[in-house]
């Protein structure tokens, strides 16, 4: 290796170790700064405490928020879980005429800013009379998580062998026998995946929710109106919690693809 | 196989997604910017009338547009240098990487990709305040002698943008160029082509389907964001989103808002058409990254 080889590697190497630096001291300074004996969240330290987690129980206001979120991610999760396999069936098994369009429409909140799909749903939902707050929040957050539901049911349904189902069909189960015993257990691993990702895009979303929520709160939109009322550990804190969930259930999805992805 | 019975019901779900929360609500949207906002006893009267008023505000109000320009510019810049940035780790990633090392390294940069947008921009407020990480450091360090405050300037909100997007750039280019033979640099290194020569010819063309997703990923969330200049830039950085939420909550004046949204639909679209078009891709190759 020659000498100019040899720098470039190590200019190489050291932007990699820069760039990790870059990705993880900001999340470094928000946990570490949740631990810290000090009225402010900022250094010096004034010494270890878990005093700001212990505020966390004692405000009705975030716990009903972090309740709100969890109820909306599980209201998300069955409708989009539902709806995203129905479509996926439509899509990958029938030939039916307007199938082009419906796909693309299907896709298409997946190219669409998050504000636009709260914007108009908020315009369309005071139409009808339906007031904001967490159904209409449950609905705006289904309208683009059904895709990405959708788009991960659908690429294990293309890889289904049929012909299971027909044999299935063969030893006298109706159709629709066929497809609860065999084509959905071996779709389970997808649909799990699905709910994962549906839970989290629920529990993360901020653009869409911010229209629709009304008077309530999610965590997010808790977190953001906390930061604007002023600074304190405990926004740290909540964020530790935050942190530990969405991660913990981030790495599950990419355990579970990973898996998926070895089986396939 | 697929039993015809079954089409109608199928239909259903789909169609009550697709048109009760998608179509009907943004043709509405639209509807409702081509009207005039009147109060309510004036409504279906004369002055009810289609008209493109609000459209002509929003061209001949400076303060209105500027933002729009600048929010579609600096959506830009953060698009390029999320490019810039995550294509090294993209390509370290994928190729130079190997065994047990690349699995380790994968997990560490999806890891902070699972957390919230407001969490990563609460950490950069942090840092960025007057009393401070960086201000804590420069002083100690002896680069400045009273704190500044970093916060609210356009700078604080595109350097807090580019952080919080830059992994929807780097795992679709990670996705394109992990499929690159590395035969094929070889064979052109063999002939004699150098480092720069392969990347332009071999390496760039091939990752062009995931740095148009990773792109497409990053404008929209960046033109589209609220959170991000509402922490860090204040007063003295408004975004487009700001001034439509303020239509709707402040103002109260929906139709002016709706058409400030669907021009915001619009360009998005035409910014995603725009792509695909100049690297002559279609959506389906896009979506495969």
């Known amino acids: ?264 | 196989m697929a039993p015809r019975r079954a089409l109608p019901w199928l239909l259903v779900p789909p169609l009550l997604w697709i048109g009760g929360l998608l179509v009907v609500p943004q043709l509405r949207m639209l509807e409702l910017s081509f009207r005039r906002k009147l109060p309510l006893a004036q409504l279906g009267g004369p002055e009810d009338v289609y008209t493109a008023e609000n459209y002509l505000r929003f061209a001949e109000n400076p303060l209105y547009w500027k933002v729009f320009v600048k929010t579609v510019l600096s959506a830009v810049v953060i698009t390029a240098v999320a490019f810039l940035i995550a294509f090294p780790i993209a390509y370290f990633l994928a190729k130079v990487a190997r065994g047990r090392w690349a699995t380790r390294l994968f997990l560490a940069i999806v890891v902070p990709f699972w957390v919230n947008e407001i969490v990563r921009t609460f950490a950069w407020l942090l840092i960025l305040t007057e009393q401070g990480v960086l201000n804590q450091m420069l002083v100690a360090l002896g680069f400045v002698q009273t704190p500044v405050s970093y916060l609210y300037t356009e700078g604080a909100v595109i350097l807090g943008m580019a952080y919080a997007y830059m992994l929807f750039m780097l795992f679709p280019l990670y996705a394109s160029l992990e499929n690159l033979d590395f035969s094929l640099v070889e064979a052109a290194q063999d002939l004699g082509a150098g480092w720069t020569r392969v990347l332009r010819h071999i390496i760039l063309p091939h990752c062009v389907p995931g740095a148009v997703a990773g792109s497409i990923m990053v404008f929209m969330l960046a033109v589209g964001t609220y959170v991000v200049p509402a922490m860090l830039g204040g007063k003295g950085a408004i975004w487009f989103v700001q001034l439509i939420y303020a239509r709707f909550y402040d103002a109260l004046n929906w139709n002016l808002g709706s058409a400030f949204a669907f021009s915001l639909l619009v360009l998005s679209l035409g910014f995603v058409a725009g792509m695909l078009r100049l690297f002559r891709l279609s959506m389906g190759r896009v979506l495969q990254t």
């Open chain 1, 1 to 264: 290796m020659s000498p100019e080889q040899r720098v470039a590697r190590v200019a190489y190497f050291g932007y990699l170790v820069l760039f990790l630096v870059y990705l993880y001291v900001p999340l470094a300074v928000v946990m570490t700064l949740a631990f810290n004996a000090s009225p402010l969240p900022a250094f010096p330290w004034r010494g270890f405490t878990l005093g700001w987690f212990r505020e966390i129980g004692a405000d009705p206001f975030l716990l009903r928020a972090i309740w709100n979120s969890v109820v909306v991610g599980l209201g998300v999760t069955a409708l989009s879980v539902t709806v995203g396999t129905a479509t996926a069936f439509l899509l990958v098994r029938y030939q039916f005429p307007g199938k082009g369009l419906l796909y693309a429409l299907a896709l298409s909140p997946l190219i669409m800013p998050g504000v636009i799909l709260g914007i108009s749903m908020l315009v369309f939902f005071s139409d009808v009379g339906l007031d904001t707050g967490l159904v209409t929040t449950v609905l705006g957050q289904s309208s683009f998580i059904i895709s990405f539901v959708l788009l991960i049911v659908a690429a294990r349904l293309q890889k289904f062998d049929v012909a299971l189902e027909e044999a299935a069909q063969d030893l006298g189960a109706t159709p629709l026998q066929a497809v609860w015993r065999v084509t959905l257990p071996s779709l389970r691993p997808a649909l799990v995946a699905s709910g994962i990702v549906a839970f989290l895009l629920s529990f993360d979303n901020f653009n869409t929710t911010l229209f629709l929520i009304g008077n309530e709160a999610t965590l997010p939109i808790h977190i953001y109106s906390a930061v604007r009322l002023g600074l304190s550990p405990k926004i740290n804190a909540i964020s530790v919690v935050f942190i530990v969930v969405t991660v913990g259930l981030g790495v599950a999805y990419e355990v579970l693809r990973r898996r998926e992805a070895a089986v396939a």
